[in-house]
């Protein structure tokens, strides 16, 4: 018998980290400006190639990458940014953290931005599109694209959950202007923390560069802008976000593993997809056509759960089976439910949105689960909807 599966432990860091690492510690090499061709200077190099972009900036985290590229865009005080409604706490902090406000939009039942909502909200008073593609669900970016372009609204990605997804085959992430991603332990890539944007405008890379803290002429190190670099230098503030050299030593050997790290992801949740879509009660919402997902979880609705009881017993039973769910808006200060962002002042009325948070299921699939493993989580979540809906229906209740 297959125990429950342990979704949470990370994977080990390939050994090849082992010998850089030790050669840094031995060395005392960690800040990245030290010397030319340090180890964050090769991660950009190799990260902007894997991406197909023109620069790649290494910092502490994917937030301070979204925080770093509105300040990049010089947006006023007070600029207006159109996010989704569904997304991480981090993400309508940092537009705050910017001085910008965060305008939200409703998301579908299948998590992604509701197109209707968002063409209502996107008019000139917009500096700013944020999509966050949450939990690398794609939301549709030919219209996005075409309705920003429309009105010369730049977008950044959050691209955070979705290292590794195509929309026509094109990466996600080099959509926008700036593309952002993280290597928190929870993301394809672990470093325990760190971020990095992607950009083919030297302008927005050298604004970036610098806050990100490329003092005095630091800039140097990076290459290619030297023109753009002249012209910011000393005239932006140095929020020193930058990552350090133990970083991306654990980051680099993993580049190599995202291929095929995305490619086991994939095939592991569409398996278990088609486990939980043969349930009456639980429905995993499809990609949409050009999209494909690179994911490490599984997002599904509970399909006529009328009460939130219901869905609390759903989850009880589950865990009974063995197997954690997370129903979004369900948990306390759950930090993807826009009601808890009490920072942003009193909760927007966004129904759409809140009905999904309070049905949708979140579980995680990291790529090394077994097919044995991947069997007791359909099963133990297919039989969970069965232990609450099954018996309401034998009984008429
Ligand atoms: C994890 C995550 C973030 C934040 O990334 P950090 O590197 O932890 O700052 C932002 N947006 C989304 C969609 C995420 O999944």
């Known amino acids: 018998m297959t125990l429950a599966p342990n979704v949470y432990d990370a994977e080990p860091i390939p050994e090849a980290a082992r ?78 953290h910017a001085d ?11 998590y992604r931005i509701d197109l209707e909502d968002f063409a209502a909200r996107i008019d000139d008073n917009i500096a700013c599109v944020l999509i966050s593609h949450m939990r690398g669900h794609t939301s549709d970016m030919d219209a996005i694209m075409a309705a920003c372009d429309a009105r010369g609204i730049p977008v950044i990605e959050d691209a955070a959950h979705s290292l590794g997804t195509l929309w026509h085959g094109r990466k996600i992430g080099t959509i926008g202007k700036i593309g952002c ?10 470093a325990g923390e760190g971020g990095i944007l992607v950009t083919d405008d030297p302008e927005l890379a050298a604004r970036a560069t610098i806050m990100s803290g490329a003092y005095e002429h630091n800039w140097k190190k990076h290459g290619g802008l030297q023109n753009s670099f002249a012209r910011w230098q000393n005239r932006l503030p140095l929020y020193n976000m930058r990552l350090q050299n133990l970083s991306a030593a654990v980051i680099r050997p993993q580049l190599p593993l995202v291929a095929e790290r995305v490619e086991k992801g994939r095939a592991n949740h569409d398996h278990v997809a088609e486990l939980l879509n043969a349930s009456l009660w639980l ?89 044995a493993e991947l069997a007791f989580i359909a099963a133990a979540l297919t039989g969970a909807a069965e232990d609450v809906k099954g018996q309401a229906r034998a009984y008429g209740t």
């Open 283 to 371: 429905s995993v919402p499809p990609a949409l056509p050009p999209e494909e997902r690179a994911p490490d979880s599984i997002q599904f609705n509970l399909v006529g759960f009328e009460t939130d009881a219901e869905a609390r017993a759903f989850q009880e039973a589950a865990k009974a089976r063995g197997v954690s769910v997370q129903v979004f808006g369900l948990s306390q200060d759950n930090a993807r439910a826009f009601w808890n962002w009490q920072f942003l002042g009193t909760a927007p009325d966004l129904p759409q949105t809140r009905a999904m948070l309070m049905r949708a299921c979140d579980v995680r699939l990291p790529v090394r689960l077994t097919p």
């Open 100 to 110: 910008c406000v965060p305008v939200l939009c409703e998301v579908g039942a299948n």
């Open 181 to 190: 991603f993280s290597f928190q332990s929870y993301k394809l890539v672990n």
């Open 19 to 96: 010998a850089e690492i030790e050669r840094l510690l031995s060395s005392g090499d960690l800040f990245r400006y030290t010397n030319e061709g340090s180890p964050v200077q090769q991660l950009e190099a190799e990260f902007a190639e894997l991406m197909g972009s023109r620069y790649a900036l290494a910092v502490s985290s994917c937030s301070a990458a979204l925080f770093l590229s509105l300040k990049a865009l010089d947006l006023p005080r007070g600029a207006r940014v159109l996010i989704p409604a569904f997304t991480f706490a981090a993400v309508p902090s940092a537009v705050v």
